[in-house]
C-alpha cells in the first residue's frame, strides 16, 4: 500500500480542450499558472504490458496543495494512458499519491483485487504505476516512486504558484523541467 496514505498530491483530468480546460482551471478556481506540453509523445507509458502509442498536450498548475494535471489526447488510441473514457468524453482520470516502495505498493493493490493498468519509466528512479480502481472509485490511482525528481517538480509548480501574481498563467512545460533537472 502507498507509504503515505490519503495523501493525495495530485488530481489528473482528461479535457477536450487543452487551452480551454487551462483557461477555465484559471477563472473559475484560480488555479495556475499551467505549465504546458504540446504534442507529447506517449512513449514512457505502458498499457496492460503493450507500449503505448499516441500523442498528447498536458498541462500542470496548482490549486491550493494539489497539484492539477490536464491532458487532452490528440489521436486514437491504443494510448496515451489507461483508458477510461471513450473518445471524445472528458472527466477526472486518476489521483496521484506518493509511495516509498513502488513495487511493494502496486503488489498490495494486487492483493487487494485491483490490477496494474499501466506503468511509466521517466529514466532513473522515477517510475510510476497506473492502479485500476475505477470499480471502487470510478477513477484510476497513479502511484509514484518516491523520487526527487518527483518531489522537485511538484515543488517548482507549487513555488510557480505561490508567487504567482496572475500574469504569464501558461508557461513551457519543458522549461519547467529543464530547470528541475539542473537543480
Known amino acids: 500500500m502507498p ?11 482528461l479535457v477536450r480542450d487543452i487551452d480551454r480546460a ?6 473559475l478556481v484560480g488555479a495556475g499558472p499551467f505549465f504546458v506540453g504540446r504534442d507529447r509523445d506517449s512513449s ?4 496492460r504490458g503493450q507500449p503505448v502509442l499516441g500523442a498528447t498536450h498536458v498541462a500542470v498548475g496548482q490549486a491550493g496543495d494539489v497539484q492539477i494535471e490536464l491532458f487532452e489526447i490528440l489521436s486514437e488510441r491504443q494510448g496515451s494512458g489507461p483508458q477510461m473514457f471513450p473518445m471524445g468524453e472528458f472527466g477526472l482520470h486518476h489521483v ?5 516502495d513502488l513495487i511493494e505498493a502496486v503488489a ?7 490490477d496494474l493498468a499501466a506503468e511509466a519509466e521517466f529514466g532513473g528512479d522515477s517510475r510510476a504505476a497506473f492502479i485500476d480502481t475505477r470499480a471502487d472509485f470510478g477513477m484510476f490511482i497513479e502511484v509514484y516512486q518516491d523520487a526527487r525528481f518527483f518531489r522537485d517538480f511538484y515543488a517548482a509548480v507549487a513555488a510557480a504558484a505561490a ?7 501558461v508557461r513551457s512545460l519543458d522549461e519547467l523541467t529543464a530547470s528541475v533537472l539542473a537543480a
Open 96 to 100: 496521484a499519491i506518493f509511495s516509498d
Open 163 to 169: 508567487s504567482w501574481d496572475g500574469s504569464d498563467p
Open 22 to 27: 487551462m483557461d477555465q482551471w484559471t477563472r
Open 3 to 13: 507509504s503515505i496514505p490519503g495523501q493525495v498530491v495530485q488530481n489528473a483530468f
Open 44 to 47: 514512457v507509458l505502458s498499457l
Open 108 to 114: 498490495g493493490y494486487r492483493r487487494q483485487g485491483y
